[in-house]
């Protein structure tokens, strides 16, 4: 483990340090100057430096063996009470207990304890719910809660998480409508024509207009326009994953006109002076306006062109040439002379949201009783969030 470069723990000659890095620069408790390491803008607390002393006096004498180290066990992740727990949770939570310096937080800081607060709120009001995802949609993706609970209504990113929330169902239906289409060319013996996917879309939706299936799918606002979870109806409601997935884009383009504000902003997702991304909800929404009299399969037709076309565009880009030429496509996809091949699947799994990671590490600083919302909020955590009791 101390040798450097190939036949190391890492071939990397500063070993694991961008994934442990990017967090640390971000919370601020280092920073990079030149490549190089020095202290951050909050300073290392004396009692953790004290707890650490003993390990960097050993490992700054040369050798040393494995049952030097059996001491130090007590430094393991999961060690209870060690002396960073304290410091550690009142920075991730960018509060000190009595003090209240929030002046010394930058953005991040203040991004990382809104969200912490409506998670950990989330999960007061929905200790149900089987999830810290299940319990942050319930609460803020749908209904009026984050414009009555008092600590939400003054949660502005309280309204962007809802618009991520919202556009996650979305992604989530293009990946599973592009695994299933890789899997139909699998199927087919690792090769299929643009006329064969076009055939298996078509005879997986009814035959009827995209402004009958449309008629047909739940309302995605209540009678005062706050989101109702239409997309987790259809889910329930029919059984055909194609027919469940155009269903679930179709709505999110109904989105378009309800929401407002941040939450329209997230939902969105644009990065740059209002301009749309390929596949986004505003793309969803003019191709249902041109086939909105037409049949759903003419629809269903036109979009798996368009994720064929979206493929393309994003293996071009991440294409490699090495010195000698050799040209490498990353894609599970490949297209020759009008035929599709592939032979291994997609995987449908959605984005990830962070939301469970937060949870486990709030768990582990103690501001949350258990691995699950059903264990609460812990008296440190609502101290530290200032959380209604």
């Not at 960097?56 to 999961?78: C, G, H, K, M, Y």
């Not at 920075?91 to 953005?107: I, K, Y």
């Not at 029919?238 to 902003?265: H, P």
Request: proline share 6%; aromatic share 6%; net charge negative.
């Amino acid at each position: 483990m101390a040798e450097v470069g190939r036949g190391s723990y890492s071939p990397r000659p500063w070993g694991f340090w961008s994934q442990y890095g990017g967090p640390s620069i971000t919370i601020g408790t280092v920073r990079l100057n030149g490549g190089v390491l020095s202290a951050g803008r909050h300073i290392c607390p004396e009692p953790v430096r004290r707890m650490y002393q003993p390990l960097f006096d050993l490992v700054s004498r040369r050798p040393f063996t494995a049952s030097d180290i059996a001491e130090f066990r007590a430094l393991a992740l999961d060690a209870p009470a060690t002396a960073d727990l304290g410091p550690l949770s009142e920075l991730f939570t960018a509060m000190r207990p009595g003090v209240g310096e929030q002046d010394e937080w930058n953005g991040d800081d203040r991004t990382r304890r809104s969200t912490l607060r409506v998670l950990a709120r989330s999960v007061q009001l929905h200790p149900d719910a089987p999830d810290w995802v299940s319990a942050m949609r319930t609460c803020v993706a749908y209904g009026a809660t984050i414009e009555t609970d008092p600590l939400l209504r003054n949660e502005e990113r309280a309204h962007a998480w809802r618009g991520v929330l919202l556009r996650r169902l979305s992604v989530g239906a293009w990946r599973r409508l592009w695994a299933e289409l890789v899997d139909v060319v699998i199927a087919a013996a690792g090769s299929a024509t643009r006329a064969d996917l076009h055939e298996w879309v078509s005879g997986e939706v009814p035959s009827m207009t995209v402004r009958d299936f449309l008629r047909e799918c739940p309302s995605t606002t209540d009678e005062d326009g706050h989101p109702l979870p239409a997309e987790e109806q259809v889910e329930q409601e029919r059984t055909s994953a194609v027919e469940i997935d155009l269903a679930v884009l179709l709505l999110g383009a109904r989105r378009l006109d309800q929401l407002t504000g941040k939450s329209l902003s997230a939902f969105l997702g644009r990065r740059s002076h209002g301009r749309g991304q390929f596949l986004d909800p505003s793309w969803v929404g003019h191709r249902q306006r041109e086939h909105e009299d037409r049949p759903l399969g003419e629809l269903a037709r036109a979009l798996v062109d368009d994720m064929l076309a979206q493929s393309r565009r994003v293996s071009l880009r991440k294409l490699q040439v090495d010195e000698r030429g050799s040209m490498t496509l990353f894609t599970k996809l490949h297209e020759r002379n009008g035929h599709y091949f592939a032979d291994v699947p997609e995987g449908a799994g959605n984005v990830g949201l962070r939301l469970a990671q937060l949870g486990t590490m709030s768990h582990q600083l103690g501001l949350f009783g258990g691995s699950t919302p059903s264990s609460g909020v812990t008296a440190l955590g609502t101290a530290l969030l200032e959380l209604p009791i």
